[in-house]
Nanobody
Framework: QVQLVESGGGLVQAGGSLRLSCAASGRTLGIYRMGWFRQAPGKEREFVAARRWSDNIFSYASFVKGRFTISRDNAKNTVYLQMSSLKPEDTDVYYC????????????WGQGIQVTVSS
């Protein structure tokens, strides 16, 4: 199993920046890729960004391209989501997830962290 702990959320004004962190522990050698999803109350969870654990293959949702960047610190087993030019519609609970080879839903998920962007 892989445990994920998110940090770095909070309140920011529109146009501002935040960096989310996701620290992975446990059986990290089994991670195929890591990603971020977000979910608003009453809405489906939606994909934000992902990267493969072992190389530099990235993917981003169209609505965050050019504004969000996913990166990794190998030594710390931590994945980051740098968010810039934030908009009020980016307000959501953000979840870190690790795909262990069976897809996102079968992988590990963090507890979620609130990001609020004020207008």
């Amino acid at each position: 199993q892989v445990q994920l702990v998110e940090s770095g959320g909070g309140l920011v004004q529109a146009g501002g920046s935040l960096r989310l962190s996701c620290a992975a522990s446990g059986r990290t050698l089994g991670i195929y890729r890591m990603g971020w999803f977000r979910q608003a109350p009453g809405k489906e969870r939606e994909f934000v960004a992902a990267r493969r654990w072992s190389d530099n293959i990235f993917s981003y949702a169209s609505f965050v391209k050019g504004r969000f960047t996913i990166s990794r610190d190998n030594a710390k087993n931590t994945v980051y989501l740098q968010m810039s030019s934030l908009k009020p519609e980016d307000t959501d609970v953000y979840y870190c997830t690790a795909d262990l080879g069976g897809g996102w839903e079968q992988g590990s998920w963090g507890q979620g962290i609130q990001v609020t962007v004020s207008s």
